[in-house]
């Protein structure tokens, strides 16, 4: 019996022994790897907008110990284009995926497929406005956001607001993020008496075959995104909105500019830096621990006016979107 019960102690001293060599081993093993390198699939990659979402990027890189690469980008993406550079991707290496997806649900479908291969995490807004939990996405909250444009709107007119119009631009309509701000926009904006004389989509500004002149005179332009922002601004300075007043959503130096020069009335900032570094923060985690599941991020947003441009508040913002 003694001799039984010493046996009973020596393999589980063995066995203690071989799963800490082993946990040695491993973590030996981890601390010579090559860095995790995550790449980020981005419309038109090298704009503006993306100033501090790619600041973002690099400073969670350095803190996360993880590459990154930018896949280079121009213009609006399709879903083919945007599966091809997935694949690509794929095939060069790649251990992880942030991605800005293409609206619709066929997107999602194609990102289940890569998925397989590859952990996917959304940035900015979701594929289909509905499929909460498909993916995980760092993104603002988008619907607050509207509903906050539409609040400064209606704290800087009141009463006045009654019988008013106001025409809505954005970049992609069927966007996720497009939808959920026009949501709150139009939901807090009920009883104010003021009109929506037309929706547009599309991109526009300086050398753009799209022209916001052309369209019928508003009181205010309701801009729902950083492109969108900044077009409205620059046909603004040029004298071309037939008087309109700008209210817009952006994240950009040039959008801050029109606010500056007063062709902006009022920018509410989405915290880009932080949907950046987010981002990559999540998916180093789940690259470190292959079994633990991504979350969804939601990061802040700051409503700011020309006269609080460059408080000491601002100053952090302004930075990140200049890097």
């Not at 930018?70 to 997935?86: Q, R």
Request: proline share 3%; hydrophobic share 40%.
């Amino acid at each position: 019996m003694k001799n039984s019960k010493k046996v009973f102690i020596l393999t589980e001293a063995v066995l203690g022994i071989l799963v800490l060599m082993l946990a040695v081993v491993m973590l030996l093993d981890k601390s010579g790897k090559d860095p995790y390198r995550v790449s980020v699939i981005i419309e038109n990659s090298e704009d503006n907008q993306w100033a501090a979402f790619r600041y973002g990027l690099r400073m969670a890189a350095k803190d996360c110990q993880t590459e990154i690469s930018v896949v280079p980008t121009e213009g609006i993406m399709t879903l083919e284009e945007e599966k091809e550079l997935i694949e690509q991707e794929i095939y060069n290496g790649t251990d992880g995926i942030i991605l800005q997806p293409v609206p619709g649900t066929d997107t999602e479908e194609m990102l289940k497929k890569m998925e397989k291969k590859v952990p996917v995490m959304l940035a900015g807004s979701r594929a289909v406005r509905d499929s909460t939990g498909a993916f995980p996405v760092t993104q603002p909250d988008n619907y607050a956001m509207g509903r906050a444009l539409a609040e400064e709107l209606i704290r800087d007119c009141g009463d006045n607001l009654q019988g008013k119009t106001l025409g809505v631009v954005c970049q992609t309509a069927d966007s996720a993020a497009a939808l959920d701000r026009s949501a709150g926009f139009r939901e807090a904006m009920e009883g104010s008496g003021a009109k929506v004389s037309w929706n547009v989509e599309g991109i526009f500004g300086e050398g753009e075959s799209d022209s916001l002149e052309a369209l019928p005179k508003v009181d205010f332009v309701i801009a729902l995104d950083d492109r969108s922002t900044t077009a409205a601004g620059e046909y603004s300075a040029a004298n071309d909105l037939h008087g309109a007043i700008v209210y817009g959503i952006g994240n950009s130096t040039e959008a801050a500019y029109y606010l500056d020069i007063g062709r902006v009335q009022c920018l509410v900032v989405p915290d880009e830096f932080n949907v950046g570094y987010q981002s990559l923060e999540e998916m180093s985690r789940k690259l470190g621990h292959s079994f633990r599941k991504m979350e969804d991020r939601q990061t802040a947003y700051t409503v700011i006016r020309r006269d609080t441009l460059f408080t000491k508040e601002n100053q952090e913002i302004l930075f990140t979107m200049s890097q």
